[in-house]
T-cell receptor, first 113, second 111 residues
Framework: NAGVTQTPKFQVLKTGQSMTLQCAQD?????MSWYRQDPGMGLRLIHY???????DQGEVPNGYNVSRSTTEDFPLRLLSAAPSQTSVYFC????????????FGPGTRLTVT | GENVEQHPSTLSVQEGDSAVIKCTYS??????FPWYKQELGKRPQLIID?????GEKKDQRIAVTLNKTAKHFSLHITETQPEDSAVYFC??????????FGSGTKLNVKP
């Protein structure tokens, strides 16, 4: 199993550009989440999904869109990048059982200039 | 929504001493409390977790305690070693595995 994979590992964008961060898992997990981690801070939940076709907002959803067309993939779209979105982005997945461990991807380091 | 507070933000101990990190949460619907260790440039790694029907859990040098009434939980590391140096995060999750994280504690274990 590859676990949770994320691409790209690094990305530099100019203000106003759009892009999609990719996340995939091969563990047949129903639950998937996107977090951002700013320097010296904890992880903040952006969006999450409890299954294909079902998504919901987290703490900091503004400026981001998600969709979940398959169980495996959960892409995060930045609609119009802003410097405030400079961060490290982590995707995570878990089984659809309450109180089950989350598995994290390796992260994407995004810089918006 | 849930609010998780974590203290202290930095903690420095001598090798062999114990370290304690404390977290509080606000939402009584939270029922799962994992702790993560994150080394520089790496992804968070689960080190121990506790569910709301349990008061304490141990795994070798690491233990976690939970007080549901007071809505706080703590991480205890005994006999600390230099390789324990990292940033530790607590989190609170609900039945949909929607998690809220504390702001982190940077632990420095001095040889």
């Amino acid at each position: 199993n590859a676990g949770v994979t994320q691409t790209p590992k690094f990305q530099v964008l100019k203000t106003g550009q759009s892009m999609t961060l990719q996340c995939a898992q091969d563990m047949n997990h129903e639950y998937m989440s996107w977090y951002r981690q700013d320097p010296g801070m904890g992880l903040r939940l952006i969006h999450y999904s409890v299954g294909a076709g079902i998504t919901d907002q987290g703490e900091v959803p503004n400026g981001y869109n998600v969709s979940r067309s398959t169980t495996e993939d959960f892409p995060l779209r930045l609609l119009s990048a802003a410097p405030s979105q400079t961060s490290v982005y982590f995707c995570a997945s878990s089984y659809s059982v309450a109180a089950s461990e989350q598995y994290f991807g390796p992260g994407t380091r995004l810089t918006v200039t | 929504g849930e609010n998780v507070e974590q203290h202290p933000s930095t903690l420095s101990v001598q090798e062999g001493d114990s370290a304690v990190i404390k977290c509080t949460y606000s939402d009584s619907a939270s029922n799962y409390f994992p702790w993560y260790k994150q080394e520089l440039g790496k992804r968070p790694q689960l080190i121990i977790d506790i569910r709301s029907n349990v008061g304490e859990k141990k795994d070798q040098r690491i233990a976690v305690t939970l007080n549901k009434t007071a809505k706080h939980f703590s991480l205890h590391i005994t006999e600390t070693q230099p390789e324990d140096s990292a940033v530790y995060f607590c989190a609170a999750g609900d039945n949909f595995n929607k998690f809220y994280f504390g702001s982190g504690t940077k632990l420095n274990v001095k040889p």
